[in-house]
């Protein structure tokens, strides 16, 4: 049964200060609000591991995603305990192509940084070979500043509105294989500022942002299936595997109402066919017509990844809602890191 509108927002308390409770165990479950902190600092017990195993299993990214009527855009900076990577691609939507895709390896300790914070007082930055990626929100401001530059004349400049958004989903999930991880998810942030690439540019203003800071100690091997949209009125974050459920929710009007298990139906030889995402309390059932894609496999030897990011548009009911046209991605991905 779908959650009433009135009461989604009641069925989630405040976020805590952190994902470790004072007995060292894992805060699982779901939250409105930033943490004030993600680190796993005072795990106990079976949770508690070596510094080793931990640098090995520790992950931590900063995505950003805009989306607009003509253009569609992401950067991303990931820590991945031993190495860092990064990307930004801008994705023409008349056109139906990626005007760039720039993707970058990091060195650890040198060309990166992955903030512990998901609220105020983050700070994402990554520099090196070419490429500029800060996402910043200073303490006191309700303003993230998403900053970007690379090859080929790109470069972003967006402030993006947390003040103006709907609330902040937390969650915090068991991982089999590695320990637990803990999610926000931030949409319909509204958005000012300008994309250039090639020379061309494109005024953000209007726009609507969602962003995914994730901090945990994940499995070796983790694959997801996920999908993502954001507009002025409509959000919406699911994802099959991982995490599971405890993170899929949807927004309307600025009230969270958390979605329960999901369903992804997409053919794997072509992503670019239409998807079924459904969940099966019936509060979400959309078609996903993508317009194009982001690919990116990766074989480092000791660490492999297999992506692929469709961009288009979601169509269908969510939460009695009729959904038209509303922009957004989904996205297959599996890694062995």
């Given at each position: ?6 009461k989604?927002?009641a ?10 409770d004072?007995?060292?165990?894992p ?9 004030k ?12 591991r ?28 990931v ?14 939507r008349?056109?139906?192509?990626l ?20 609220g105020?007082g ?14 910043e929100?200073?303490?006191g ?24 958004a ?53 499995a ?12 002025a009125r409509?959000?919406?974050?699911l ?22 298990e999901a369903t ?18 019936g509060?979400?059932d959309?078609t996903?017509a ?16 297999w ?17 038209k046209?509303?922009?957004g991605v989904t ?7």
């Amino acid at each position: 049964m779908a959650v009433p509108v009135e009461k989604a927002t009641a069925l989630l308390p405040p976020a805590p200060e952190s994902p470790v409770d004072a007995r060292g165990e894992p805060r699982f479950g779901a939250w409105l609000g930033n943490m004030k902190t993600s680190r796993w600092e005072g795990l106990q017990g079976r949770h508690a591991r070596g510094r080793i195993w931990r640098m090995l299993h520790a992950k931590r990214w900063h995505y950003v995603a805009i989306a607009g009527p003509e253009v569609a855009l992401a950067c991303v900076v990931v820590d991945v305990g031993w190495a860092a990577s990064a990307f930004a691609y801008v994705f023409d939507r008349n056109e139906r192509r990626l005007l760039c895709d720039h993707s970058f390896m990091g060195v650890q300790g040198l060309t990166h940084r992955v903030a512990f914070e998901a609220g105020e007082g983050s700070r994402t930055v990554f520099r090196g070979l070419g490429a500029r990626i800060r996402i910043e929100r200073p303490r006191g401001s309700p303003i993230w500043h998403v900053q970007a530059a690379g090859p080929g004349g790109f470069v972003l400049d967006a402030s993006l509105d947390a003040a103006a958004a709907a609330p902040t989903l937390c969650a915090v999930a068991p991982i089999e294989g590695g320990v637990a991880n803990a999610t926000h998810k931030t949409v319909c942030l509204p958005v000012r500022g300008e994309a250039q690439v090639s020379g061309r540019r494109f005024p953000l203003d209007g726009c609507s942002a969602s962003m995914d800071h994730t901090s945990g100690l994940l499995a070796r091997e983790t694959s997801w299936r996920w999908a993502s949209a954001s507009s002025a009125r409509i959000g919406l974050n699911l994802v099959e595997g991982f995490n599971g459920p405890v993170e899929n929710a949807v927004w309307i009007d600025g009230q969270v109402h958390p979605a329960g298990e999901a369903t992804f139906e997409y053919d794997e030889k072509d992503a670019l066919k239409p998807w079924r995402i459904r969940t099966r309390n019936g509060m979400v059932d959309l078609t996903f017509a993508p317009e194009g894609a982001r690919r990116e496999d990766k074989d480092l030897v000791v660490a492999q990844s297999w992506y692929v990011q469709p961009i288009g548009t979601f169509s269908g009911t969510i939460q009695g809602v009729e959904v038209k046209d509303l922009v957004g991605v989904t996205e297959d991905h599996e890694a062995r890191w």
